[in-house]
């Protein structure tokens, strides 16, 4: 094999990322009911054809696009105790960081597809978290979904919405406010 060959990135490779660069962008501004195949390809500076041999259709590509790792805590190194701080702190990095997170939030919102994407993400990568710490494994999901409900909350009033004073929160403080509720629905005995 040509070692420069392998140390090359590949002309695919780049309109593949150039492909979904751009999609993230027009969903996380569009929509995905209003974003279109066109007008993703026009930002990406290719032809629409493209899209379509990579991706198939609107459908492929959304689900290439927000095709996220969580890289969330492995659940055996957490400490039950701790996971509600862990969560918060590695969900606000991670929003902080990740503008994908934010696209399929506001697509997640408004269309089925990006619900049952985003239903997916937290059921394969929370929901292991949630049964190493919750005492009952048989409330792990209803526990996780509570945690979500939190953790999506502070997302759609800091990262989409944009509400002042979520925006205006220092890290530190939203760490401080949230960690204990988290924790709470995470660990605390069931409610009677």
Partial sequence: MNQSRSRTPRRSDA????????ARERFAADGY???TIRAIAR????DPSMVMR???NK??????AVAIDLKLPDPASLSPDRA???LVTHFLTMWEQNEVLTALLRVGA???AGAERMQGIFADQLLPLALRVCPDPEQAQARAALASSQLLGLALTRYVLRFPPAVALAPEEIVAWLAPTVQRYLTAPHPA
Avoid: H, K, P, S
């Fill in 43 to 46: 930002d990406a500076n290719i």
């Fill in 59 to 64: 459908e492929g590509l959304f689900a290439a």
């Fill in 54 to 56: 990579y991706y198939g």
């Fill in 84 to 86: 509600g701080q862990a």
């Fill in 33 to 35: 009911d209003r974003a």
């Fill in 110 to 112: 408004t269309n089925e």
């Fill in 15 to 22: 309109t593949r990322t150039a492909i979904l660069d751009a």
